[in-house]
């Protein structure tokens, strides 16, 4: 695997339901990112982790839950969902810290929920 | 603080059309630019990127020109294809203020039609 990757790339769930998303880069980045994108908004930067500590939350809602277990890993635990939360999320990596030529983020491919 | 503006779409065009995506910017310092694109179904991709005034990035055919002058990082494509179409997202990273996290424009959605 090579990039970013997430899983699933579909989830259609009920507002009872807890799930997770998934987030691997395989480039040796050491910030990742959620974002949020859906139809009526703008992208939404959602939870930034840098060197596994969360540093930024945009004011997201409790019953989204993320989780950095290591550089490499991104998770974002899902629980009691509205309909509204339906959208694209977007995962993404960069290398924190350097020059301003390193501060691209990569996009894994995302994942399309649907709440029901 | 920190913003990005870009021209409201979406923009229609014949094949092999010129295009402009105007995007303008907010900043103290000097940020670093980007312009992504959004195939359909996809997540985000860089297409290019300039980091300091008067450097131009390009790519599969596509410029963007950093003008400090005019805080402004319009993208550019001399004859648009149907496998153009896509939304096109201006960003910058602040130099200033430590933080990882880039600012987005709202997004700009082409289509190009044969």
């Known amino acids: 695997e090579t990039g970013v990757t997430q899983t699933p790339r579909h989830l259609v769930m009920g507002m009872t339901n807890k799930k997770s998303l998934k987030c691997e880069q395989h480039l040796g980045h050491n910030a990742m990112y959620w974002y949020k994108q859906s139809a009526k908004k703008p992208l939404e930067l959602m939870f930034v982790y840098n060197f596994k500590e969360q540093t930024e939350n945009n004011s997201v809602p409790s019953r989204f839950s993320p989780e950095c277990p290591n550089s490499s890993h991104l998770f974002l635990h899902l629980h009691t969902l509205q309909p509204e939360d339906s959208a694209l999320y977007l995962c993404?990596?960069?290398?924190?810290?350097?020059?301003?030529?390193?501060?691209?983020?990569?996009f894994g491919p995302g994942t399309r929920l649907t709440v029901l | 603080g920190n913003s990005v503006t870009q021209m409201e779409g979406p923009v229609t065009l014949s094949e092999e059309a010129f295009l402009t995506i105007n995007c303008t910017y907010t900043?103290?310092?000097?940020?670093?630019l980007f312009w992504y694109v959004q195939y359909p179904g996809e997540g985000l991709q860089l297409l290019l990127k300039a980091t300091k005034a008067d450097d131009k990035g390009s790519n599969k055919g596509f410029e963007a020109t950093y003008r400090k002058e005019t805080t402004s990082f319009h993208l550019e494509k001399g004859s648009v294809q149907v496998s153009d179409s896509a939304v096109y997202f201006c960003a910058l990273h602040p130099t200033q203020g430590g933080s990882e996290k880039l600012v987005f424009g709202k997004g700009t959605k082409l289509t190009v039609n044969p």
């Open positions: 993404a990596s960069s290398q924190a810290g350097g020059s301003a030529r390193l501060s691209e983020q990569f």
């Open positions: 900043a103290t310092g000097y940020p670093s």
